[in-house]
Structure formats: C-alpha cells, structure tokens
C-alpha cells in the first residue's frame, strides 16, 4: 500500500485541528468554560462553530447526568434534580434561560416587531419571563427528578439527548430563518448570518451520533417520539418566528433550545405509548 503523501497528511491534520479549534469555540461560547490558548480566535470561527453546538450540548447534558446520578446516591430525586440543575445553570451560565426570558418578555404581548427586538435588549425582567422562566426550570427539576427515579441509565441517554437536539434545533432555525434584528449591533455579529450546508450536515451528524448513543437506554419508540417533538418546535419556533419577527434572533435561538430540551424530556418520561 502506497503511504499517503507528506502534503495530504498535513491537510488532514490542519482540518482535524481546525475542527478541534471549533469545538472549543463553541464550548467557550455556550458554556463559562475558557479555550486553551493555542486556539486563538477569528470573527467567522465562530459562526462555523454552530457545526458544533450539538456536540457541546451533549457534553452539558452528560455533565448534568453526572452531577444528578452522583447526587442521587445521597439525596431523593427532587433534591438531586436541583442539585444537577445548579450545577449545569453554572456551567452555561443559564445562557440560553436569558434567551427565554428575554423571548418571552418581546413576545408574549401584543406589541410591534420594533417593540419586540427592543424589549429583548433590555436587560430587565418582565413577568412573561419570569413565569416563562420559573416554569421552564421547574419542569426541568421535576421531569430530572423522574427519569433519576426510574433508572440511572435512562436519565443519562435521556439528559444527553435532550440538550444535544435543543442545540441542534437552535442551529436548524438558523438554517432556515434570516437575521431578524440589526446584525451590525448584534451580541454576536457572526451568528448572525445564516449557517451553511457544512454546519446543517455536523449538526444532523452530532444529532445521529447522540441518537445512537442514547438508544442504549431508550427504546426505538421514544426515540422516534423525540425527534418528533423536536422537528415539531423547530417548526412551531419557525412560524412564530416568521409571523412576529420576520425571522430569527440570538435570544430566539435560546428559547428554541430550552423549548425544545423540554418537550424532548417530556415524551421521554410520558407513560402512554413506548416503555
């Protein structure tokens, strides 16, 4: 067998160590975990990182999955629950809760688009965030709190899965909606432009690997009653979206993940259909 030419070789590994670049991308960016320094940063890195957002969310939900097994050998599901939850809210830095609650504050009146995409800059809290936000940790405590007490294995597949495909429906509603505000005073200027082909097909490749991953402790039913759940926000997030804003935003984006995270752990623990 021919051995590889010295040149390809090292395509090979500046592709490989470019990818690694975007993961760590997009670990600093959806989680208060720094990136070594070698990885540097430039402005379109971080845009292409959405590729691997659903690969970050897995490695959220495997650390909360961790926490909230740990915790339950010494405290009842409801307190290992909130104590897992803590824990990842710490890591994100509830990056995508500010997106709900911010989501919720522009749009659950009946207020302009103007109005809307002002409200979300505003830094206060109104109370459709904030009952947005109570019900939105809540469920995740109680619906935590029931997959621990079921089986440890089950909540693991079932944690990973969820904040993986919330991330993933995050990435696809940018695939599909435009920018809705003013990309040059954007947060994050880069995610506001739309992603590429490159970055739809990483994420369904993430979104297969968790499905593969998690169908160790899940049946086929309940997987495919999550990935209805989630194509069904992603579409739901789609045309409210369109109807009020026009298209897409960042805190969008946040709500759709935790919307999505929800419903996908809701199918999970439901007791009709699949066991």
């Known amino acids: ?24 991308v997009a670990l ?10 070698w990885v540097g940063y430039q ?11 659903t690969l970050v969310g ?10 909230l097994a740990g915790a339950a050998w010494g405290w009842p599901p409801m307190v290992a629950a909130l104590i897992a939850l803590a824990a990842s809210l710490a890591l994100t830095g509830a990056f995508h ?7 919720f504050d522009a749009l659950g009146g009946a207020v302009s688009r103007e109005r809307a995409l002002q409200i979300m800059k505003d830094s206060r809290i109104g109370s459709y965030g904030a009952a947005a936000l109570v019900l939105a940790l809540a469920g995740r405590a109680v619906l935590w709190a029931e997959l621990i007490a079921r089986d ?40 506001a432009q739309s992603v590429g082909r490159i970055e739809l097909g990483w994420t369904l490749a993430w979104s297969l690997v968790a499905a593969t991953l998690a169908s160790m402790a899940l049946p086929a039913g309940r997987l495919a009653a999550a990935l209805a ?14 109807r009020r ?25 439901a007791r009709v259909g699949s066991s």
Request: charged share 15%.
């Open 245 to 269: 804003l026009g298209g897409y935003t960042g805190d969008t984006l946040g709500a759709t993940e935790q919307l999505t995270e929800l419903a996908v752990l809701l199918v999970l623990v």
């Open 43 to 53: 402005p379109d890195w971080l845009n292409q990182s959405a590729r691997h957002f």
């Open 152 to 191: 440890t294995g089950l909540a693991v597949a079932a944690l990973v899965l969820s904040a993986a495909w919330g991330r993933s429906a995050a990435v696809l509603l940018m695939a599909w909606l435009p920018y809705a505000g003013d990309a040059e005073h954007a947060k994050a200027k880069p995610l």
């Open 97 to 103: 809760e500010d997106g709900l609650a911010d989501s």
């Open 1 to 24: 067998m021919t051995p590889a030419p010295i040149g390809a070789a090292a395509t090979v590994r500046d592709q490989l160590q470019h990818q690694l670049r975007l993961v760590f």
């Open 229 to 242: 759940a989630t194509v069904l926000m992603v579409v739901v997030m789609q045309r409210w979206l369109t």
């Open 28 to 37: 600093q960016f959806l989680t208060r975990m720094p990136a070594p320094r």
């Open 58 to 67: 897995g490695l959220v939900g495997a650390f909360g999955a961790l926490v």
